[in-house]
């Protein structure tokens, strides 16, 4: 937990501080089932959190009413638009109590998550910001009343707080956990000048989509039940277990519905994801709405033999490529918290 500290500022301010590891997630499988009244789009997926994660530091004071962020990423805005000020802003709405013994807010964020890349970097951020206001202000919240504020921010929010595996229903944010899987890796390729918005993702599905949608309820919650007593739960239940015995048959199970919306408007991300495909056994794709791709690889090993075939067959500097374990956590203290 965070110590207190003295700054001598000409009045005595108390400082507390926490740094948590904000990772980022995959989603293993993204079936879209339809419309939603909100105008969201219902969905059945399957998050997955790696070790690929942002250093989260909040620092809470007393002195004058003020959140600030702090992230030296030329992409991350350091204003109210970043979803870590919007996390410190809407709890101090929920908690004007403990807001006002400690009003000051200092958010520093260390990304090592690419941006707009489909691996929810800045939900995860905002996630962290949750989870330290919570520890800090001692407001004894369970995970459950920190998701249910993390949905009102955005849909992935409520799952990078407790991450692991889980069964996402509705925007995202109605949350089933799997038993962990932990022993596989991820190998995720990027293109650093490619980014894809969320938004402009979902509006090209509906174009192009719509027509297949299910819309009433019944046949939606019928889609979820085949997905949670279906193929791709049953594997990764078997591996949680570890059992490998059917691991090969992971890559037929892998699905995500944007990639039919994303990929035809966007021929190199379908070439990163063919290369991808040819090179990880296990399987390969689009992780949300892109342009990240992720491949499978079976150990540490093979993910660094997956990430080296790839590099000789793009050798464009442009394209970043990371290895990264499954994780079973979501968000959790960074060692060395001060
Ligand atoms: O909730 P979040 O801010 O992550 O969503 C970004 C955008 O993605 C939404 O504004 C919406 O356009 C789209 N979206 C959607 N259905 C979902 C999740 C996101 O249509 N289940």
Not at 237 to 262: C, F, M, P, T, W
Request: glycine share 8%.
């Amino acid at each position: 937990m965070g110590a207190n500290v003295t700054v001598n500022l000409g009045v005595e301010m108390t400082a507390n501080s926490l740094s948590l590891w904000a990772p980022a997630k995959v989603n293993l499988y993204l079936e879209i089932v339809g419309d939603r009244p909100d105008g969201f789009h219902e969905l059945s997926t399957i998050f997955q959190s790696i070790g690929l994660m942002d250093r989260v530091t909040v620092a809470v004071h007393s002195g004058p009413a003020k959140i600030s962020v702090d992230c030296p990423h030329p992409l991350v805005p350091n204003d109210q638009t970043n979803l870590a000020y919007r996390a410190a802003e809407l709890m101090v709405q929920a908690f004007p109590d403990a807001a006002s013994r400690q009003s000051t807010i200092d958010i520093a964020i260390a990304k090592n998550t690419p941006v707009a890349a489909g691996l929810a970097g800045g939900s995860s951020n905002a996630a962290a910001v949750l989870v330290a206001l919570n520890m800090l202000w001692e407001l004894g919240l369970t995970h459950q009343a920190l998701q249910d504020l993390a949905a009102k921010l955005g849909s992935d929010i409520s799952f990078c707080v407790s991450g692991g595996t889980a069964l996402a229903t509705g925007r995202g944010e109605v949350l089933d956990p799997l038993p962990s899987v932990s022993d596989l890796w991820v190998v995720l390729g990027k293109y650093d000048n490619l980014s894809i918005s969320t938004p402009w993702a979902y509006k090209r599905y509906r174009e192009l989509f719509e027509g297949e949608y299910a819309r009433d309820a019944n046949t939606q919650t019928s889609r979820h039940d085949q997905v949670r007593s279906g193929a791709m739960v049953r594997l990764l239940s078997q591996l949680a277990q570890g059992s490998r015995d059917n691991l090969d048959k992971i890559r037929a199970l892998l699905r995500n519905d944007l990639e039919r919306a994303v990929l035809p408007d966007h021929n190199k991300i379908k070439t990163l994801r063919d290369c991808f495909q040819g090179q990880a056994p296990l399987g390969a794709m689009m992780s949300g709405s892109g342009p990240t791709v992720f491949g499978i690889a079976a150990d540490g090993a093979n993910a660094k033999l997956i990430q080296s075939a790839i590099r000789q067959y793009i050798p464009d500097p442009d394209l970043s490529l990371w290895t990264a374990p499954f994780i079973a956590q979501g968000v959790h203290l960074a060692p060395n918290t001060v």
